[in-house]
């Protein structure tokens, strides 16, 4: 899929059944390599790159997969502790293979990862944590070589900056590790606390996450189990946003509600109807413009970055001038320009974007930068007037599960070229 025509001037309306977290799912995958038990996972998200990446990576090493509705994992036969340049370099998420492999078997050896061109997205955090858990680590042609004599050891680490991917190396890391880590100023995210959950199925031992402070008493071995993973909030996020800049009446489900909490307040300050169940969101904006907010991204709970791009959409087309500021990455407006190439007024100042609100935007030949980018740049498809072609959409297949067909469901009009 590397490109899109949409016919646009659509009204966004229906219902949606949101898929498993990708960022919950990529780590939970990799933290398989940490037991020899057979997991069975559900709700892993299906078709998207960057889990059919990860699936790859598992199998060179020797873990045995099976992918029907369930996703079964047999990581016993493992017999190779390094992974190949032209998968690492796809996913960012390919540095989770270091720690698990790390902590059983001793060693490991990865390329630097790749991913989402969002800023330098650099990886001391992940490997000072192993440094300080023991882990000896050296470089070789853009190759992490880590070993370990022994076990790691337990340790007290205080996170300089708050990081999802270096609290999840860590925690994995930890978990086999001799005695207690406390990983002080950690990750709060949701997929953190199902990573945790996950492990603890296994035999972990793990308590405080989705807190700031992690305690991970080591085990010396994990067992099987079964794990059920959570929804994704940023897509549910844009799906939200999908209805909310259309005029648009949506119901999601299959979500988790108060995973949402910041982003459902931002959309009630834009003049949406929002109602919630157990497992749904509602959003009504029938008839309404939205009103420009403002916002600034932070980690869990503040506003997620990961639906930045949605949300700036979102203030384009609104009634009002509204800002957003950047704090978690330092380069995530590429996107912007082919906003303006659609019509939108949109000013970047230092971190801060400020949006004068246009009631439409307007079609264009636009191009996809990165994951989040590339979903706004569709929504915005789908309202403009015209048919708009949107270029580089693979971006989209690493983390949105069928996301031209849901949005069709839902009454876009969205062809594959
Ligand atoms: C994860 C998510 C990504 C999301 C981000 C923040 C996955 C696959 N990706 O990315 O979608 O946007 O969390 O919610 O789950 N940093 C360092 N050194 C490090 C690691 C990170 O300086 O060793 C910096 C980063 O450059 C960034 C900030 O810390 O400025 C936060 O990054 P981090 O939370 O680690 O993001 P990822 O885990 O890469």
Request: aromatic share 6%; hydrophobic share 45%; with cysteine.
């Amino acid at each position: 899929m590397n490109k899109l025509c949409i016919e646009g001037d659509k009204n966004l309306s229906g219902s949606v059944t949101i898929s498993g977290a990708k960022n919950a799912a990529l780590p939970i995958l990799f933290m398989s390599i940490l037991t020899e038990g057979k997991i069975q996972i559900k709700n892993v998200p299906k078709n998207l790159t960057d889990i059919n990446i990860a699936l790859k990576l598992l199998v060179y090493v020797g873990v045995k997969i099976t992918y029907k509705k369930i996703l079964f994992i047999d990581p016993s036969s493992i017999n190779v502790f390094c992974a190949p340049y032209h998968l690492i370099k796809k996913i960012r998420a390919s540095i989770w293979m270091l720690a698990p492999l790390l902590a059983r078997f001793g060693k490991a050896k990865i390329f630097l990862p790749g991913g989402c061109k969002i800023g330098s997205r650099p990886i001391d955090l992940h490997l000072n944590g192993l440094i300080k858990l023991g882990a000896k680590i050296n470089f070789k042609n853009d190759c992490i070589i880590a070993s370990v004599q022994g076990r790691l050891k337990g340790k007290y680490i205080l996170m300089e900056k708050i990081s999802v991917g270096a609290t999840i190396t860590i925690m994995s890391a930890a978990t086999l590790a001799q005695g207690i880590t406390i990983i002080d100023n950690a990750a709060c995210e949701p997929e953190i606390v199902d990573i945790a959950k996950f492990l603890n199925t296994l035999g972990a031992n793990i308590i405080g996450a989705g807190s700031k402070k992690i305690y991970i008493k080591g085990v010396i071995k994990l067992t099987g189990g079964t794990h059920q993973i959570i929804p994704d909030r940023i897509e549910t996020g844009t799906f939200l946003v999908a209805a909310a800049i259309s005029k648009g009446c949506i119901i999601c489900h299959n979500t988790e509600p108060k995973h949402l909490t910041n982003v459902l307040l931002k959309l009630i300050d834009a003049g949406a109807k929002i109602q919630i169940g157990k497992n749904w969101i509602k959003l009504d904006m029938r008839d309404k413009r939205p009103k420009a907010l403002n916002i600034r991204t932070a980690p869990y709970p503040g506003f997620p970055t990961d639906l930045q791009a949605q949300f700036a959409l979102l203030n384009t087309i609104s009634l009002g001038i509204g800002t957003i500021t950047e704090t978690v990455f330092e380069n995530r407006f590429i996107y912007i320009s082919e906003l303006i190439n659609m019509g939108a007024k949109i000013i970047l100042k230092n971190n801060t974007i400020i949006s004068y609100g246009t009631p439409k935007l307007l079609s264009s030949n636009v191009f996809c930068s990165d994951l989040r980018a590339s979903a706004t740049l569709v929504l915005a498809g789908c309202i403009a007037l015209g048919v708009t072609i949107v270029n580089k959409t693979y971006h989209l297949i690493r983390g949105y599960e069928s996301f031209p067909k849901k949005l069709n469901k839902l009454g876009a009009d969205i062809k594959i070229l």
